[in-house]
């Protein structure tokens, strides 16, 4: 049920965010410049966030769709959350990116 409602939030997101990209665009800057300014410590909480997923070795990892363990690689669904990976081969990385764009396209033109 959690990961349905996500889905859907996650939907509605890109939706919002195709018919309004300028907007979202300059809000994300502007936000961006903001807590930098503000708040020094947001450069470095972000690397230290930014650092603990990249360090999550890959060694004696498999491929969450097709479970082969070469060429593997870091899937985020969300941006917001991080430490939340999948591990994917690259053929299924791009699969994976490649269903998304086509499915958001076909979406756009309804």
Known sequence: M??????????KSLKYYYKNKEIVIKKQ??????KYLSDKR????????????HNIPLK???????????DLQRHH?????PLEIIILCRKCHNKLH??????????NKS
């Open 2 to 11: 959690v990961i349905r409602n996500r889905q859907l939030q996650s939907e």
């Open 98 to 107: 490649q269903d998304r764009k086509n499915h958001t396209e076909v979406e």
């Open 77 to 81: 669904e969300d941006y917001s959350r």
């Open 29 to 34: 800057i502007t936000y961006k410049r903001f």
């Open 42 to 53: 947001f450069k470095k909480i972000d690397d230290i966030r930014k650092n603990a997923c």
């Open 60 to 70: 004696d990892k498999k491929c969450n769709v097709c479970g082969t363990t070469s």
